[in-house]
């Protein structure tokens, strides 16, 4: 039989080769463990490379047709909102009175303002000195501007020879131009007929390559001769 000394030792032997072996296959789990991690940055490098190389060779190459899929419209497009019309009226000196063929310098100029009633003055096309009621069309914007009437008619004047060119209904019009809105009708209506014109609208549009992106309505009210303007909430189409 063993003595007690031989028999710890054996035991002590048995000890040590188990934890030999749990140290051993410790060391081969964390090996396996490095060369996953290892391979998965690698997958991770070798799908990131070409967004690198396209953005790369967008900003080499203007002409390149990659898109940023987090990148805005505006961003890839360079689209802007139209950012709106100037549109002035003038009104008389004095309240109730008639517009002259001075308005520049004696009336006063009013910027309309969406929802806000306007007075314009007393207007007759028989007895006033002016072709209609002035309006003047402005914007910002790198675009063409039309005007148009669902009554009456629009015309220029030149104040400089007292020259009136009619426009009929629809007018092209450029920036900073100033419009005159007459009740009178393309036929030349007597002035009874005008007195039954109670309200006019004269619609402004902006285009761009002749695609309409902006639009407003002034609305002309007339009580006795005596003429308002409305304009309306800016369109943006």
Not at 145 to 151: G, L, M, P, Q, T
């Amino acid at each position: 039989m063993k003595s007690n000394e031989e028999y710890r030792n054996s035991i002590d032997q048995k000890v040590n080769m188990i934890i030999c072996k749990r140290k051993r296959r410790n060391r081969f789990i964390a090996t396996v463990t490095s060369a996953v991690t290892c391979l998965v940055l690698v997958i991770c490098a070798v799908t990131a490379i070409p967004n690198l190389i396209n953005k790369d060779s967008l900003i080499e190459n203007p002409g390149s047709s990659y898109v940023d899929p987090a990148g805005s419209k505006e961003e890839t497009d360079g689209s802007q909102p139209f950012d709106g019309f100037v549109l002035t009226a003038y009104t008389a000196a004095e309240k109730d009175g008639m517009l002259t063929a001075s308005f520049l310098s004696e009336e006063t100029s009013v910027v309309l303002q969406p929802n806000v009633n306007v007075l314009l003055g007393k207007y007759n096309p028989l007895m006033s000195s002016v072709p209609g009621l002035p309006f003047r069309f402005n914007t910002e914007e790198d675009c063409e501007i039309e005007v148009s009437a669902d009554k009456g008619t629009l015309c220029r004047w030149d104040i400089q020879n007292g020259m009136v060119t009619p426009c009929g209904k629809t007018t092209s019009c450029a920036k900073g131009e100033i419009l005159y809105w007459s009740p009178l009708a393309e036929s030349e209506e007597s002035a009874e007929n005008t007195e039954n014109m109670e309200k006019a609208v004269v619609t402004v549009t902006a285009t761009d390559n002749g695609k309409t992106i902006g639009q407003q309505k002034i609305t002309i009210v007339s009580n006795d001769f005596m003429y308002s303007a409305c304009v309306g909430e800016l369109e943006i189409i």
